[in-house]
């Protein structure tokens, strides 16, 4: 059976899933560079190229363990005649002597250490008989053996690593050994994240029914941090005022503010929409976006700084699919990364799947380890967090598709 | 042209790759359990299955917004002849109080919020007038419509997530919104980096010829935070002593230890294992891996509590690739997860690459966006971190093969 597909156009008052993300990245800067120490540049993201301002290798160094020679002194030399010179010095790294070699003579070299004046080849121990006092030689070496030369890797001036760069152990070993104590990076954004509505109680706190335990912000506030943002947590219950003042005061010390629930279409009790409608303090657009789950969407500025808001349904997994699709964009966005749109790949199904006519679904599954298959799960409602925690991948079903069946292949789009 | 591949055997005093990673995953235990708060517990390993203790939901709810009503009430409505009931309440989510729905009225209720008692359905407003204080009904509606039942997703007892989850947003969701305010979970384990040698000085501070700028711990210390450690940074000179008294006493508060150089084997000037062999304090193998690069490698347990040492080579990529190959599976061992090996994946080689006899290589490469092809990098050497700044990728090369042609199929191991 192959996938069943509704060509006739839908009539719809829904947006698609590109116009509300380019409606989020049409609002969003980068943060501010600052300069960040190695340690806290971790994860940032260069603000300008990082360039080098020494060469590398910064001096002449030897490659390995041996010995620095006059090449010449040792062209003789072979498994039947070795050629025997005196040990006059010895090097190990981070020594900082001015060293010479004379002719006729060899200097013991550690890997890594300065090249003595003279030498033009470093020949490996194993090549010798590691002598002390001296020591014997059993083949020549070309000039320039087992030479790093100054400047060979990197020259004065060469980029090390382009603006807009994420920082991980590498990058940050280059910026290291290239002597950069700190660079220009934009750090992690400040996101503030508020779950509204008065049927939150904290989870360790006992329940009463009609009442549920907060995990949106939660959720939120980790994936904000797995995204390269710092988070808080913040809970606001049901009155438009309160939870304007609230936002409006967070909208000083954030980036972003991102809440959940109050946004969908039914009722009066949707608060972050009664808070934010027609208030002088933000602009918002409020929307349905054609996709499942998360279809009432938020998006606008507050504030006197026009701080960015995400306003993301309250459902749980809404709220997570909307934070991938546009939470993830705003957030490199901010930290000045291209933000170009989730990954997608393909895999094939391993069991049949519905999804409604009209919106793009996301449904939870479990990517194989090897990537060529992906399984639906059971439990795909949007409150049900079960599915979700064990799920690895979204799968991408267009707006046109009803149904698919096993052995059919899937976009998908992997979860960190 | 192929793969150009060695039958003979090497005779040789190396190990395979294999061998010392069972070496370090032999002496490597799970960090102690704690109880952590959500927050605490982001990134963290689950140390026993988390069970729920309420059912979810906790009570029935309306999974939309509309009104409850007994559904023998508007069995015989239809858009001609709509029924009509008073609205005699209404519940937002969030209201706690007892509401019960006489026969022949409605009760208006939101998404989430307690059902009425009486109530054996849910009519969504859209099949409705909407009205407050009296309702027009369009439509019948089957019993328990748009009714969530009290732990129809998760009944008491079930296994939330199983013991070694690693804990992400998703988890943290499912933990919290089933009232979960801490789990018993391993937190990040204490990871103490320590690079060795005189020759190293503080990136941003002036150098003199033969020293070089330490970015070896800089580059750990950031690997260990990306697999899921805390670390902190440490340097030490040449002299042995001092380097047993820094690790002996960095091993009183560290889960692991980290050290880069002093391990290979020419000189007297190895200062870890100057340090640590024939140490009482130390139980240390150091040995060849059959691998390039990172062939010298040191692994063992120090100080009273056994703690276990992971000695790698101070090339910095040799130690970066080290610490792919042998500190991410101790990581894993250490946070409780199964230290299975790194995943490889296929791609087809934008260009050629030699490796050479008896070593697996671990080349330096570019993994296309889509996966299928991946470049070598220029710059293979195992000092330059200009080609591993650029890498995403490490290109697996086996022992017996020396080249391999643009075109063929490698392994890959995605970087992160």
Redesign the interface.
């Known amino acids: 059976m192959a996938a069943e597909v509704h060509r006739r156009p839908v009539v719809t008052d829904m947006e698609p899933v590109e116009a509300h993300v380019a409606r989020v990245l049409a609002a969003v800067r980068p943060v501010a560079p600052a300069m960040l120490g190695?340690?806290a540049a971790?994860g940032a993201v260069l603000a300008a190229d990082a360039t080098a301002a020494?060469p590398l290798?910064?001096?002449d160094n030897s490659?390995?363990?041996?010995y620095a020679v006059h090449a010449a002194d040792v062209a003789a030399a072979s498994g039947e005649g070795p050629v025997t010179l005196p040990v006059a010095d010895q090097i190990?790294?981070?020594?900082?002597?001015t060293v010479t070699v004379a002719a006729g003579t060899c200097v013991r070299i550690?890997?890594?250490?300065?090249l003595p004046g003279g030498a033009d080849a470093v020949v490996p121990?194993e090549w010798t008989d590691g002598g002390r006092a001296q020591a014997r030689f059993f083949q020549p070496v070309h000039k320039d053996n087992a030479i790093?030369h100054r400047g060979e890797?990197?020259a004065v001036g060469d980029v090390?690593?382009p603006g807009g760069t994420t920082l991980?152990?590498?990058?940050?070993?280059?910026?290291?050994?290239?002597?950069?104590?700190?660079v220009l990076a934009r750090a992690a954004p400040r996101v503030a994240v508020i779950a509204t509505?008065?049927?939150?109680t904290?989870?360790?706190?006992p329940?009463?029914?009609?009442?549920?335990?907060?995990?949106?912000a939660?959720?939120?506030?980790?994936?904000v941090?797995?995204a390269g943002g710092s988070a808080t947590?913040h809970r606001a219950?049901?009155d438009p005022g309160t939870v304007l003042a609230l936002l409006t005061e967070l909208s000083a010390v954030a980036d972003l503010l991102i809440t959940s629930g109050g946004v969908?279409?039914?009722?009066e009790?949707d608060v972050v929409k009664a808070a934010l409608s027609g208030s002088g303090a933000a602009d918002m657009t409020f929307c349905k976006v054609a996709m499942q789950p998360g279809m009432p969407q938020g998006f606008g500025v507050i504030g006197p700084g026009r701080t960015p808001l995400l306003a993301l349904p309250?459902n749980?997994v809404s709220a997570?699919v909307s934070f991938v699709l546009f939470g993830c964009p705003a957030l490199d966005a901010l930290r000045g990364r291209a933000p170009g749109p989730r990954?997608v790949?393909r895999a094939e199904l391993a069991g049949p799947l519905r999804s409604p006519r009209g919106r793009r679904s996301y449904l939870r599954g479990v990517l194989a380890?090897?990537?060529a298959t992906v399984a639906p799960l059971t439990?795909q409602?949007s409150?049900?967090?079960?599915a979700?925690?064990r799920?690895n991948a979204l799968i991408v079903v267009a707006e046109q598709v009803v149904s698919m069946a096993a052995g059919e292949t899937a976009d998908v789009i992997s979860?960190?």
Chains 1, 2 share one sequence.
Not at 92 to 97: L, S
Not at 110 to 114: F, I, N, P, S
Not at 264 to 267: D, E, F, L, Y
């Open positions: 190695l340690a971790e020494t290798p910064s001096f490659s390995m363990d041996g190990p790294a981070g020594d900082t002597r550690m890997t890594g250490a300065l121990v790093r890797d990197v090390l690593l991980g152990p590498a990058q940050i070993a280059l910026l290291a050994a290239s002597g950069h104590g700190s509505g008065n049927e939150l904290e989870p360790g706190a329940l009463v029914p009609g009442q549920i335990w907060e995990s949106n939660y959720m939120l506030a980790a994936a941090r797995q947590r219950g049901d969908s279409m039914g009722g009790h309250g749980p997570f990954p790949r380890p090897d990537g439990g409602g409150h049900q967090l079960g979700l925690a799920a979860l960190p």
